[in-house]
């Protein structure tokens, strides 16, 4: 396996840390499952993406948003990421938000913050099943301009209960590598957090 080759070329007492980040369609929890239940991750992250065919795709969204309010905008995405806490299949819920990347200009991030109430059952969903909000800094580099979630849902989320998160880069090339998270650190900091949540195989870990 993949652990094996690692551990058996890692220097003598190193141990190696398996993190993956998984994306979730509805459509194959099971098969999700049961990859999980048959890997020794140690920290798994899952994430709802924009795929080709889905209402938020390039060649689709403005075409979706067109007549919608911005909770009819939202409810597909949204949905899909309750049912992806709600699984309980996960350390931590990535980029809460990440389809504000392909919503602009149609829907702004200035109109999200104007709808608080669309991430409440959300960040309620988070603290009952005690899953990890993530910070993630991409949306800095995008055309967001903000954390995926931003700071005041970061806010809420903390006020609602919510005890676990942690803050990422999400990058995909080697020059965006920690990129934002000082800024990401400081939404967590400045939600009244001290602590970032991680697992380390069984072990959950307060840092």
Avoid: C
């Avoid at 007549?67 to 931590?92: C, H, K, Q």
């Avoid at 200009?105 to 099943?129: I, K, Q, W």
């Avoid at 991409?138 to 931003?150: D, F, I, V």
């Amino acid at each position: 396996t993949v652990r094996e080759a690692a551990e058996r070329w890692a220097p003598d007492g190193v141990a190696i840390r398996f993190g993956v980040e998984i994306t979730y369609d509805s459509r194959y929890e099971v098969a999700i499952r049961d990859h999980l239940r048959s890997h020794e991750y140690d920290y798994v992250i899952g994430s709802v993406h924009v795929y080709a065919g889905s209402p938020y795709s390039r060649d689709r969204v403005a075409g979706w948003v067109a007549g919608r309010s911005i909770a009819e905008t939202m409810a597909p995405y949204f949905d899909e990421v309750e049912r992806a806490i709600r699984s309980e299949l996960f350390d931590t819920l990535g980029h809460l938000d990440f389809v504000k990347r392909y919503l602009v200009p149609h829907v702004t991030a200035a109109d999200l913050a104007a709808a608080p109430e669309l991430y409440e059952r959300l960040l309620v969903a988070l603290v009952e099943t005690g899953t990890a909000l993530e910070v993630n800094t991409s949306g800095l580099r995008q055309a967001a301009g903000e954390t995926y979630p931003s700071a005041a849902v970061v806010a809420r989320y903390q006020l609602l209960g919510g005890t676990r998160i942690s803050a990422g880069s999400d990058a995909h090339q080697k020059d965006a590598f920690a990129s934002g998270l000082e800024a990401g650190y400081g939404v967590v900091a400045a939600a009244g957090f001290r602590e970032l949540a991680f697992r380390r195989g069984g072990e959950r870990l307060a840092i």
